[in-house]
């Protein structure tokens, strides 16, 4: 059977060995979603709902093969106290990331909140949380600035690797961080730091931006892109961030933690999340929306894209999040707010996008993700192409450092087997 974003009726019904009328039923009660083809002839089914249906009933009967399958929207295979994912969107240990998010928590105290569990009271504050930053080493800036020149377009997420691997350098050997008396936590706070600070090279600036003290992860960004920072700017993207910081074990954070299973250090951790990020189906995916609602935005052209990909049985990019059938709330916040901060000279481009979605929504029953949410914000704001994939990363990093600390408390090595064919 090909490798399809979505099957059939019949290849649903093969897969999960069912009888028609049990395939309605696990469509009535949400437990898969169907797609109407374009004509209204008969539907497709998401393909990860399938499998995942497959796995909860494998699981029910104690079968071998969910081991196997839990490593495609399975049954749980880890355990963690740091995100939950609900119908209402991530929990990040007692909290919805929603909630936070439209409450204006900053994104350094959610951070904070996720790594230790301590909820600080003033972390709604705008924030009151700063992190300390001691200077880069010199070499750095001019380090990247030679890797940005690598090629005319190098991608903000290659450039994040690279600040991630110099700053790993830079801070020695084990046994020297463990001399200097530098924590774990201390090195994601300037990490983190540093990561803000490449969104330099996506504007005219083309050029590293070194944090100020004292200076918030938003405001940073914000001074990197040269962008005019206002109240508003602000909350936008730093609910951007906060609804970006953790999402269970997705392919990222489960990089990370296998790179901390191995007792790599935080930014080897780091540097393998963010190398699986790149991947198109990942981290990448908001460049695939950006060029898909190109400026100026084609209405008629990007729905003919999304009927020829549902036709195919593939999933439009920027669409039907697996984990939340009726609509991801991360990227439904995201657009409410995008719509809200419009500028005046991108609020028709933002409209345009809309009708898009509000269209695709009626005639194909596509529901927008966070990657979608992203893209619409930033084209709100004006800010450049590719700001959505650098926020994704960068708010998705306080995430990884948080899987990482807790993969070294379980203390084990994450190796899983394969079945030889």
């Not at 995100?83 to 998010?101: F, H, N, S, V």
């Not at 301590?118 to 880069?136: C, E, Y």
Request: glycine share 8%.
């Amino acid at each position: 059977m090909p490798e399809s974003d979505y099957l059939n009726r019949e290849q649903a019904l093969e897969v999960l060995g069912i009888k028609a009328a049990t395939l309605y039923s696990y469509v009535s009660r949400g437990f898969i979603r169907a797609i109407p083809q374009p004509g209204g002839r008969a539907s497709f089914y998401l393909r990860e709902d399938v499998e995942k249906a497959k796995a909860r009933a494998e699981a029910r009967a104690g079968h071998g093969p969910v081991a196997a399958s839990a490593m495609r929207w399975g049954e749980p295979v880890i355990q963690t106290g740091i995100t939950e994912i609900t119908p209402q969107g991530p929990r990040y240990r007692a909290r919805l990331a929603t909630d936070l998010a439209r409450e204006g928590a900053g994104f350094e105290g959610v951070a904070e909140y996720l790594w230790s569990g301590h909820f600080h009271d003033d972390i709604h504050s705008s924030p009151t949380i700063r992190w300390p930053s001691p200077p880069l080493p010199a070499p750095v800036p001019g380090w990247l600035q030679q890797a940005a020149q690598l090629h005319e377009s190098a991608h903000i997420l290659q450039l994040m690797s690279a600040v991630t691997v110099a700053l790993g350098i830079a801070e020695g050997t084990r046994t020297e961080r463990l001399a200097s008396g530098a924590t774990a936590v201390q090195s994601a706070r300037r990490l983190i730091r540093a990561l803000a600070g490449t969104f330099g090279f996506a504007c005219r600036r083309q050029s590293f931006y070194a944090l100020k003290e004292g200076e918030s992860i938003v405001s940073g960004v914000l001074s990197a892109l040269e962008h005019p920072e206002d109240a508003e700017t602000h909350r936008a993207l730093q609910q951007a961030l906060v609804l970006c910081a953790d999402h269970e074990l997705n392919p990222t954070t489960f990089a990370a933690r296998v790179a901390a299973s191995t007792g790599a250090d935080m930014h080897s951790c780091i540097g393998a999340a963010l190398g699986a990020h790149f991947g198109s189906l990942v981290g990448s995916m908001p460049d695939k929306i950006e060029e898909m609602f190109a400026t100026p935005v084609d209405e008629k052209a990007i729905l003919a894209t999304i009927k020829r990909l549902t036709e195919g049985a593939r999933n439009p990019p920027g669409f039907n999040h697996p984990a939340y059938p009726k609509g991801d709330p991360r990227g439904i916040l995201l657009i409410e707010t995008a719509a809200a901060v419009a500028r005046p000279h991108t609020r028709e481009e933002v409209e345009r996008m809309l009708a898009v979605l509000d269209t695709a929504r009626q005639q194909f029953g596509t529901v927008p993700s966070i990657e979608m949410g992203l893209v619409v914000l930033t084209r709100a704001l004006d800010l450049p192409c590719g700001s959505a994939s650098g926020l994704f990363a960068l708010g998705r990093s306080a995430g990884w450092v948080a899987h990482v600390l807790e993969q070294r408390l379980a203390g084990f090595l994450i190796r899983p087997r394969a079945k030889f064919v």
